[in-house]
């Protein structure tokens, strides 16, 4: 028999849309509306805090290039991350400046709550060049504002702030210090406010429907491209309430032998009755992920392998049941390790991971991680993929989940089933 997945209860929950905020200087420039995803006073209270967090590591500027750390900050939005780009941050100035490609300002001056003359860009002749880098119009800006000899703090670790760019910064500004402020603004983003919840449980709510997407379409003589294709357009679709966005990673779903590793994505190959596929999918709304991964297997598991399934949801039920404010980020870890090793298992990697805005190539946000000696104090309004991943031969296996810190415990955002998925009839005749 042919068994849909539920939810614990249901597959899917209406979530009503967030309200987003009209950029009211908008109409005095005479642009369209910018609809901003959070009110002004969120903004500025997110600047608060990291000018103080420099004042604690003593730097007067902060060149912000991780574009979910300038999404955080500004509200820019655009997939212009492949050129060099900076937000500048001085404490003397009530908003920071944006520094991109000239082709790019209309779409911060679409996207974000910055004035125009806060709206910054550098030469086209500067991209890609041999003989200059748009961090020396970096500098000029900072000469500019008068911090040119200032203690500079930079995002040394960020993915797209490269070893050119921070060579220019120190030929262009040799009266300056540069400090590295890698994970300054990331820490700060570890707790959510609540409307940040509203859009990451909208994204489990995408997630949802993209898994139950890949239930439906995965059978054996589908090619895992044409699955693939369904599940992707699920994720960008959404649902009937909230519209998607393209998810910072693409459907991670490697089949057979290829799900003993963590992030294989498909094949042109056609799935097979016995086939295990990994699914490791997101909902992205606004930037704002949730993380969902299940296994599927195409007929009846084996025995071993049922067990296999069965001590992992014990190990995930065990970790959320730990999952409280002042609980330490090593402790939900334990719980998770104490029922595998009864169960007679074991697992190297960390068990989870802070998520929120992502960008291509990862929606993790680079700081708290369940996993042994970390000791960072779980709070209220934090957000985790608990990923419990035993990529093992002969077949790996996947459960995860998107939580928030509740002050009671913690939230699951999606109520999609734990149970191992399975498939032991299908529509076209094949049978397990």
């Not at 849909?4 to 908008?26: D, E, F, H």
């Not at 296996?397 to 939230?411: F, I, K, M, Q, R």
């Amino acid at each position: 028999m042919r068994r849909r997945p539920t939810g614990q209860g249901r597959l899917t929950r209406r979530v009503p849309p967030v309200q987003r905020q009209v950029n009211a200087k908008s109409s005095e420039r005479g642009d369209p509306e910018v609809a901003l995803r959070f009110p002004a006073a969120e903004y500025q209270q997110r600047l608060g805090k990291i000018r103080g967090e420099m004042e604690r590591v003593g730097a007067e500027v902060l060149l912000v290039a991780d574009p979910a750390n300038m999404n955080y900050l500004s509200g820019y939005d655009g997939w212009s991350f492949y050129v060099p780009q900076v937000l500048v941050v001085l404490g003397s100035e009530p908003a920071p400046f944006w520094m991109g490609r000239p082709q790019d300002t209309s779409g911060a001056r679409l996207t974000t709550w910055l004035p125009d003359d806060h709206i910054r860009s550098y030469p086209e002749s500067f991209i890609q060049s041999l003989d200059h880098h748009p961090m020396e119009a970096v500098a000029d800006l900072l000469r500019e504002l008068g911090a040119d000899h200032s203690r500079i703090g930079i995002e040394l670790d960020a993915y797209y702030f490269t070893a050119q760019a921070y060579l220019a910064l120190l030929r262009a500004l040799p009266a300056s210090t540069l400090l590295d402020a890698s994970l300054l603004v990331n820490w700060v983003r570890l707790t959510k406010s609540p409307a940040e919840l509203a859009y990451m449980r909208q994204a489990a709510s995408i997630a949802q429907h993209a898994m139950a997407t890949a239930f439906e379409v995965i059978e054996p003589g589908v090619r895992e491209c044409d699955a693939a294709a369904a599940i992707f357009a699920a994720e960008i679709g959404g649902t009937a309430d909230v519209p998607g966005d393209y998810p910072a990673i693409v459907p991670l779903m490697p089949s057979l032998e290829r799900t003993t590793t963590s992030h294989l994505t498909w094949t042109d190959r056609c799935y097979e009755v016995g086939d295990v596929v990994n699914l490791e999918l997101a909902g992205c709304s606004h930037r704002y992920h949730a993380p969902l991964a299940r296994t599927l297997y195409l007929g009846t598991p084996p025995p071993a392998y049922r067990d296999l399934a069965d001590v992992v949801l014990e190990g995930v039920e065990a970790a959320l049941a730990t999952i409280a404010p002042g609980a330490a980020c090593e402790e939900v870890e334990a719980a998770w390790r104490r029922r595998l090793q009864a169960g007679g298992y074991e697992k190297a990697s960390r068990l989870g991971y802070a998520v929120g805005i992502g960008y291509p190539p990862d929606w993790g946000e680079h700081t708290a991680s369940l996993r042994a000696g970390d000791r960072t104090v779980l709070q209220p309004g934090m957000t985790f993929h608990l990923i419990a991943g035993m990529w093992a031969p002969p077949m790996g296996l996947e459960l995860s989940e998107t939580l928030a810190v509740t002050e009671a415990g913690c939230e699951v955002l999606t109520t999609f089933t734990r149970d191992l998925l399975t498939k032991d009839s299908f529509p076209t005749g094949r049978s397990a």
